[in-house]
């Protein structure tokens, strides 16, 4: 749901589905929820996506309520029958940049792309987590 979402308010702002900014972005926003869900998740609270477009960077963030277990850089590529370890790998290899900050109650897992080059300037979209149960 967060990746319909955010592919939904990015073709609102006027990047349409399908374009090479929109599913980069949406491969990040899979991978960074999968994260908070998988590894961030506390019973009880969901996470929130934020995007944040000017018209040089569109900035994708994900806040869950877990400090204690922030990302790290993939140092090398899991082993090929490891069933999970690539998520981040991929948002390496999309985003300009990318990173974890903390907040008063948990963390934000950011990540960075480059904006439309025609200079739009979409704002701020936030949008919490689907509310739908995660086992």
Not at 11 to 28: K, N
Not at 61 to 67: A, G, L, N, P, Y
Request: glycine share 10%; charged share 20%.
């Amino acid at each position: 749901m967060a990746r319909c979402l955010a592919v939904q308010q990015l073709d609102d702002w006027g990047i349409p589905y399908g374009s090479e900014l929109s599913d980069s972005a949406a491969l990040i926003v899979a991978q960074l929820a999968a994260n908070a869900v998988t590894h961030g998740r506390v019973p009880g609270r969901d996470f929130e996506l934020r995007l944040l477009l000017t018209g040089a960077t569109l900035r994708i963030e994900v806040s869950d309520t877990r400090c204690e277990r922030a990302p790290l850089a993939p140092a090398t590529p899991p082993p090929a029958d490891a069933e999970t370890g690539r998520g981040l790998l991929v948002v390496s290899a999309l985003a300009t940049d990318w990173g974890a900050t903390d907040r008063s109650v948990g963390k934000t897992v950011w990540a960075e792309l480059p904006g439309p080059v025609r200079g739009v300037d979409g704002g701020d979209a936030s949008a919490g987590a689907p509310r739908a149960s995660h086992r």
